[in-house]
């Protein structure tokens, strides 16, 4: 599953290559890849033809780029899924072997095609926010940015996290606070912070907020300049794996190894159908207080 670096990484290819361009043509070679247009494949095609590309925006891990022209109002959302891949590709290049959706454009240059072997992913032709200048899609309107993004608001943030009555990885996983804090991050941003996961949020001192969110922030950011390394300028590129290496991590995916800070061997504990990983000495266990 593709983490935000490798979506950012995505949609910077995307800006430097489609931004501008308008689309001659689509052939779509397998109708599950359109299947969230309701209308069909057919409906697809018609909406993009002859509309041209905006900048490419990203909310957490959804992608999408606004349309202009004839498209106003709407916007081309991409869905990775598992393995969904954007490439930017020569028209004269073979069909890759799971080529999904192929858009060419009216210049004659490189192509954009959806490869996408497992088909868990899509394209989809979406209407956007009335009067948003990013064309956000209005089935993601309601999700929260990601600290990564220049109008994330720290302040409204860090306020929300302690009125909400919740845990506090829980609510660096919930999309409608914050964006983009996959379990990985979590797990790394917490540790770095001192603080276990089944903390309740609202205990939480302004300052410890402030300070959780700076780590989950500078967390991605180390992980989108590894994520970023892979990306070649003729291609569009996701390949599925996080781009965060492991020797990279400190808490996740390290149970039974020594803690880099106090040397106590790393837990897993299972959280949510997931694992969270946590030091059990710098991370302590809160105290019950109300039953709550
Ligand atoms: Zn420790």
Not at 127 to 148: M, N, Y
Not at 189 to 206: G, K, M, N, Q, V
Not at 250 to 256: L, M, S
């Amino acid at each position: 599953m593709p983490e935000l670096p490798e979506v950012e990484v995505v949609r910077r290819g995307l800006a430097n290559w489609v931004a501008g361009r308008t689309v001659a043509g689509v052939d779509v070679l397998h109708p599950r890849a359109v299947r969230r247009q309701s209308a069909g494949a057919a409906d697809f095609a018609a909406r993009l033809t002859g509309t041209t590309f905006g900048a490419a925006q990203r909310r957490g891990k959804y992608l999408w780029v606004p349309l202009a022209g004839r498209g106003q109002g709407f916007s081309m959302i991409g869905h990775l899924g598992m393995s969904g891949q954007l490439l930017v590709q020569d028209p004269a290049v073979p069909d890759e072997k799971h080529l999904r959706v192929r858009l060419r454009f009216t210049d004659g240059g490189r192509e954009l095609r959806f490869v996408d072997q497992r088909t868990f992913g899509g394209l989809a032709v979406e209407e956007a926010e009335d009067g948003d200048p990013e064309g956000t899609p209005v089935s993601i309107a309601h999700i929260a940015r990601d600290p990564l993004d220049a109008r994330f608001d720290d302040a409204v943030f860090v306020a929300a996290l302690r009125a909400r009555r919740t845990t506090v990885k829980r609510a660096l996983l919930d999309q409608t606070l914050i964006s983009g804090v996959g379990n990985i991050y979590a797990d790394e941003a917490l540790w770095r912070s001192r603080l276990h996961y089944d903390r309740p949020s609202a205990t939480l001192t302004r300052p410890q907020a402030a300070l959780l969110l700076a780590n989950a922030r500078e967390v991605m950011t180390a992980a989108l300049a590894v994520g970023g390394t892979s990306f070649d300028s003729l291609y569009v590129n996701v390949n599925g794996e996080s781009g965060y290496f492991s020797r990279d991590l400190d808490a996740y995916g390290r149970e039974d190894e020594p803690c880099r800070r106090c040397g106590t061997a790393i837990r897993r504990a299972a959280w949510m159908n997931r694992s969270s990983y946590f030091c059990p000495r710098c991370q302590r266990v809160p105290r019950v207080r109300d039953g709550g």
